[in-house]
């Protein structure tokens, strides 16, 4: 049976108002991590002031000015330095954004199953939270 390290992971790109992301924002995330649902695999925080110019943290490199501390990225350097600096471009002056890698720890044991039986996930898609919840609200109000 393949003995898998990791599950699938996730890559997030959460846009905020600002040029600093308020680190209370991460507690739900900080959670998470401490409940061993999901691990950060890596994390970045890009700004673009109101004059445009870009600046790219990693948490490797946060002097703290963040409030992050007690994130520890497993994999710094996954989310890639090109992909990274073309999500920084795309953000409007006065914004920021974390990019957020997260391994499912939860799926591992199913990806294993499905390596062991043969299986191969061929497509796998998400459908955002706000989408599930309006559909239940219709599907609720139909029945």
């Known amino acids: 049976m393949n ?4 599950g699938p992971a996730e890559f997030y790109l959460v846009g905020f108002e600002g040029e600093r992301p308020d680190p209370a924002t991460f507690r739900a995330l900080t959670d998470l991590i401490d409940s061993g649902v999901v691990r950060l695999l890596d994390f970045v925080v890009l ?6 110019e870009v600046e790219i943290v ?5 002097d703290g000015d963040l409030g992050l501390d007690d994130f520890q990225p497993i ?3 996954l989310a890639g330095e090109e ?3 073309a999500l920084a471009a795309a953000l ?7 990019v957020v890698v997260l391994e499912l720890t939860f799926a591992r044991a199913l990806a294993q199953s499905l390596a062991a039986a043969g299986g191969q996930v061929l497509r796998s898609e998400r459908v955002p939270a706000p989408v ?6 219709i599907l609720d109000q139909e029945g």
């Open 3 to 6: 003995d898998f390290r990791f």
């Open 83 to 85: 992909d990274v600096e």
């Open 47 to 52: 700004s673009k002031s109101a004059s445009g």
């Open 58 to 62: 990693e948490l490797d490199d946060d």
């Open 132 to 137: 599930v919840n309006a559909m239940m609200d």
């Open 75 to 77: 994999a710094a350097g």
């Open 92 to 98: 409007d002056p006065g914004q920021s954004a974390a």
